[in-house]
């Protein structure tokens, strides 16, 4: 342990001082190493997809999951994708110097607060390529450097993928250090980047429970907690027939195993096509885990018993990141708000209703990062919301919460300009 803490301690001392030098690189410097990165991507996407696939024939031998494996796999089309994704973040404006708040005190002092790197940030992660390549790009274009611990199921692709990028933004005058990751050393890499409190300014868990509960429980360095989705879907007595289907379908099936997909469902007891609701996601080889009163309307719209599970006390709170969904039937917008309070993740809830009233009600009645009105839940997402590549969705209250951007990943300088002044 004592060789990998000061290995661990040695990179994260090379990248603070890689962050010192993106501190003051320009616009123009960091899109340039962003573009080289992009066209490496392109140009090496057989290596890596030589890489991967080693990866993911490991992860079916080992029994990961249908969603674990999906998140795992790169093809030509999702490199050309994250490629296209870095190019977008070129386009994006530099949040570094913004002028969040200024003004001019009485006294004649000019006060501005504005927008500068974090300097060195952790991301601990898993069965998530992708996630290399947004976290060390997000990272670099608002200054900051990065430390990744990508996992033992991405071993080899993320090699690949950490090289090359470190090939790239030195191509382009950045200092390679300012992409580095931990993987050699495992899981006592990451815990000693929980450990490196003084050498990480801020550390970011993607992942299961498991894994983000882990970080937050156990480390010293500040941590902004994301990812978990326990997402509701609430159709309210007044709901669009086809309104409510067409959200319900797209929030379940549109991408199973990420977290913003809808793993509960709740309809209102005097929504009169709640039937078709369910029948239609069974259609779409969904199994639904419901209570009394939704098995009763499953079992009247047809849907085939091998869909229906009786739903248990546990089913309320899982993530199921798969082709089963949560059902329950609540009596009116309060009693949907108080299942959700009690087990929502606090990521994402939707409202489907024509109701402007019950709208506003449920807005302010719920306690997440992202509430949907009339839309599905799939939208919180940072390219969604225009904000360009996320490096993951926060759902605490400091700092951070919702899709993180470029602007989540600066902090704030006090820039205070006198004329002599003294106190």
């Known amino acids: 342990m004592t060789n990998t803490r000061e290995a661990v301690q040695e990179l994260a001392t090379m990248a603070r001082g890689a962050a010192r030098v993106l501190r003051s690189s320009s616009t123009t410097e960091k899109n340039a190493a962003l573009a080289a990165i992009a066209t490496l991507l392109e140009e090496r996407s057989t290596e890596i997809i030589d890489a991967n696939g080693r990866d993911v024939a490991r992860g079916v031998k080992d029994g990961l999951t249908e969603a674990l494996i999906d998140r795992l796999t790169l093809d030509q089309q999702r490199i050309a994708g994250i490629a296209e994704a ?47 390549v947004d976290a060390a790009c997000l990272a670099l274009k608002a200054g900051n ?33 300012a992409i580095a990751s931990v993987d050699e050393w495992g899981r006592e890499g990451a815990t000693e980047l929980m450990a490196a409190r003084g050498y990480i300014d801020l550390l970011i868990p993607r992942g299961g429970a498991g894994l983000i509960q882990s970080v937050v429980t156990n480390s010293t360095v500040p941590v902004i907690e994301t ?7 609430f159709i309210n007595s007044d709901a669009d027939r086809d309104r409510a289907v067409a959200i319900a379908v797209n929030a379940k099936t549109h991408r199973t195993g990420v977290c913003n997909a809808a793993e509960t469902l709740l309809l209102h007891e005097n929504f009169d096509h709640a039937g078709e609701v369910l029948a239609a996601l069974a259609d779409r080889g969904v199994t639904l885990h419901v209570d009394d009163a939704a098995k009763a309307l499953a079992e009247r719209a047809g849907v085939s018993r091998d869909r229906i599970v009786d739903a248990t006390d546990e089913d309320w709170d899982r993530e199921y990141l798969s082709l089963d969904l949560a059902v329950a039937v609540v009596a009116s917008v309060d009693e949907a708000l ?8 606090g990521h994402t809830e939707a409202i489907v209703t024509d109701s402007v009233a019950d709208t506003n009600r449920f807005v302010a009645g719920v306690d997440s990062a992202a509430v949907m009105v009339n839309a599905s839940t799939r939208f919180t997402d940072g390219g969604e919301l225009g904000l360009g590549a996320e490096i993951g969705i926060s759902t605490q ?9 470029l602007a989540e990943l600066t902090t704030t300088t006090w820039v205070v300009e006198g004329a002599g002044h003294v106190r």
């Not at 071993?155 to 950045?174: D, Y």
């Not at 108080?338 to 993740?345: C, N, V």
């Not at 209250?397 to 951007?405: F, S, Y």
């Open 145 to 177: 450097a990065v430390l990744l611990r990508g996992g033992s199921a991405a071993e080899h692709t993320n090699e690949v993928l950490v090289g090359l990028m470190r090939e790239a933004i030195a191509s382009a005058g950045i200092p390679a250090d």
């Open 397 to 405: 209250k400091l700092h951070a919460r919702g899709p993180m951007g």
């Open 227 to 233: 990812g978990v989705g326990n997402c509701h879907v």
């Open 86 to 132: 870095v190019r977008q973040l070129i386009a994006l404006p530099d949040p570094v110097g913004e002028v969040v708040a200024g003004s001019t005190l009485p006294n004649g002092l000019t006060v501005r607060n504005i927008r500068v790197p974090m300097g060195v940030i952790g991301m601990i992660y898993e069965a998530r390529p992708n996630v290399t």
């Open 338 to 345: 108080a299942h959700i309070a009690a087990h929502s993740s």
